[in-house]
């Protein structure tokens, strides 16, 4: 499986819908490959909270749209990163959006961990309640959203409901870009799954996003590293890696805590 990550400068001085067409270029660049990946909160910005009321939009909204046709434009499937979205009730949600090579949604993650210790998402968000994986043909592919990087817990879930790769999109600020690369390895090597970490860069809302997109494997090599700045980051996934390494290392067969109940039959 060919993956690319597209990491986008989400910068004050650009217009949502302009940062919209952008991507869907972008994306559309990127026939050939297998998954694509977005940021976090890149059509809105995520530090931008005062306009996350004026770009939230539905799950079949404008970015939704744009997603969708440059995924079946390109034939890829497309994590489009998050948006704000706004439910029938009016709540916003920080909503990750996956669609398969036919511009169809596979998927949809409502974030879980909301940050910003009673500020931000915190207050003007709602939370999520499900652990997502949607069955690629590449295996599980289970999703997650930056803050939720520093929660195990949620990982262990998404391993529980089957994932063998995890796509988190983030805008993670630059002042703790060792945190984020030592959570994704930790994850990936804690599961045992190809993790794909697809930041934002530039500085919206007053934040320097930390960029250094990442993809890791089950063993916590990093096989690709965007660095700094706007660039996007490809490697070949073997996701073979994942039965070889946990077959070689046998580890979560060791687990004693926290195991599923056994469904009844």
């Known amino acids: 499986m060919r993956a690319s990550l597209l990491q986008l400068s989400v910068d004050s001085s650009e217009t949502a819908e302009d940062r919209r067409l952008r991507a ?7 026939a050939g490959d297998d998954l694509v990946v977005l940021p976090e909160l890149w059509t809105a910005g995520a530090w931008a909270y005062d306009d996350w009321e ?22 890829v499937w497309l994590h489009a990163g998050s948006i704000v979205e706004r439910d029938a009730g009016g709540t916003l949600y920080n909503t990750a959006l996956l669609f398969d090579r036919d511009g169809s949604l596979r998927g949809h993650y409502r974030k879980i961990h909301r940050y910003g210790f ?41 391993l529980d409901a089957g994932a063998e790769l995890i796509v988190l999109p983030a805008a993670w600020p630059a002042k703790r870009l060792a945190h984020l690369q030592l959570l994704v390895r930790a994850r990936a ?26 993809i890791v494997d ?48």
């Open 189 to 214: 090597v804690e599961e045992q799954v190809f993790l794909l970490a697809c930041d934002a860069t530039g500085t919206h809302g007053g934040m320097q996003q930390a960029g250094h997109s990442m």
């Open 24 to 30: 869907a270029a972008k994306v559309r660049d990127r």
């Open 118 to 158: 009673d500020t931000g998402e915190a207050v003007a968000m709602g939370g999520g309640n499900d652990v997502v994986t949607v069955a690629t043909e590449f295996g599980g592919l289970g999703l997650a959203i930056c803050y939720d990087i520093r929660f195990p817990e949620l990982f262990r879930g998404l």
């Open 54 to 75: 004026r770009e939230a939009e539905p799950l079949d909204g404008p970015t939704a749209a744009a997603m969708s046709d440059a995924a079946r434009a390109a034939g």
């Open 218 to 265: 089950p063993w916590g090599t990093v096989v690709a590293d965007a660095g700094d700045g706007e660039r996007t980051v490809t490697a070949d996934v073997d996701m073979a890696e994942v039965t070889r390494i946990r077959t070689e290392l046998p580890v979560l067969r060791d687990r004693v805590l926290g195991i599923p109940a056994p469904v009844p039959h």
